[in-house]
């Protein structure tokens, strides 16, 4: 009997089956995809989708930096968006297009570069712009709703669908888009600004971060979404977490020293391990606070 992954469509860009996932997150943990498709482009990718059996499973991800691969690897296709076709920015005015496998960081280095402000906020967020238009990412007060115009991306069957900001109906990490878009490409529009002074504000964001978040660790970016009235941080930090390593899962893993809500793979923690830490921390967090903390890093896969 043939199985899905025998008859799957010919592609221009890389399909790997059985591929490994942990490599392609930053906390470098994580079972394999039943198959991994890298498209060259927007087209090979709607060829695929179009091609593929419905009732395969379709996850995409992107850099991987909010990201947390579960041990039993991931069931159907995932897809990755990466390579110089999804990381095309460019300037025309005060209006930004870029693709969805582009760095947030590149785009607001290239906002500055064009004497753009309102997208300095991106140098902060260690993610790419597929997973910003998802989750509405944000940090130091700006987020994606601020300055987003539009997007466009692939639904299940490989069919373009564009959307408004309106259709996003952001709030708070959150977007109530159609589920299942495969983002290609971001319009966004920011204001005019002295290039240099765009920059200027940018080293401050990128300086700022390097002080108080562990940049250089396997880690997986903010933990938790802040609950209304606090942070969590905070939360963490005072239930007694900065820094201890998880009972059960030992020297597995545990919360960054120099900050609280970030979960750090200080050697050879499996996703069990980081998982796990996270869950004991919010029951914690609950029974000492009555607060629940909400995960903001997306775990996916089999246990």
């Given amino acids: ?7 799957l469509p010919d592609v221009r860009g890389k399909l790997l ?3 490994p996932l942990g490599p392609y997150t930053w906390f470098r943990v994580g079972g394999a995809a039943d198959a991994l498709f890298i498209p060259a482009d927007a087209d090979d990718l709607a060829d695929f989708l179009k091609a593929l059996p419905e009732d395969v499973p379709v996850t995409a991800i992107g850099v991987g930096s909010n990201l947390i691969v579960r041990d039993g690897g991931v069931e159907g296709v995932v897809i990755r968006l990466a390579g110089r076709a999804w990381g095309q920015v460019t300037t025309d005015g005060v209006t930004v297009t870029a693709g969805a496998g582009a760095l947030d960081s590149m785009v607001a280095r290239a906002s500055a570069k064009a004497g753009i402000a309102g997208l300095e906020f991106y140098a ?7 997973g910003a238009l998802t989750m509405n990412a944000g940090c130091y007060g700006s987020e994606t709703k601020d300055v987003l115009v539009s997007a466009w991306g692939l639904n299940r069957k490989g069919e373009r669908v564009e959307l408004a900001l309106a259709d996003f109906g952001y709030t708070y990490r959150h977007s109530n888009a159609p589920a299942g878009i495969i983002w290609i490409e971001a319009t966004y529009r920011g204001t005019p600004d002295a290039p240099e002074a765009v920059a200027a504000r940018i080293s401050e964001i ?3 971060r390097e002080k108080t978040q562990p940049i250089r660790e396997k880690t997986g970016g903010s933990t938790f979404k802040n609950p209304d009235g606090h942070s969590s941080w905070k939360l ?4 007694g977490w900065r820094g201890k390593l998880h009972a059960v899962t030992g020297g597995g893993a545990k919360f960054s020293e120099l900050h609280s809500n970030f979960m750090i793979n200080p050697g050879e923690a499996t996703a069990a391990d980081i998982e796990g830490l996270g869950e004991a ?7 000492k606070t009555g607060v629940q ?3 903001e890093i997306k775990r996916i896969g089999r246990p």
Avoid at 281 to 287: G, I, K, Q, S
């Fill in 236 to 239: 963490v930090d005072d239930a």
């Fill in 124 to 130: 902060g967020i260690p993610g790419s712009i597929g």
């Fill in 281 to 287: 921390v919010r029951a914690d967090v609950l029974e």
């Fill in 17 to 19: 089956l059985n591929e």
């Fill in 206 to 208: 990128t300086e700022r």
């Fill in 1 to 7: 009997m043939t199985t899905w992954t025998e008859a």
């Fill in 293 to 295: 903390l909400n995960w």
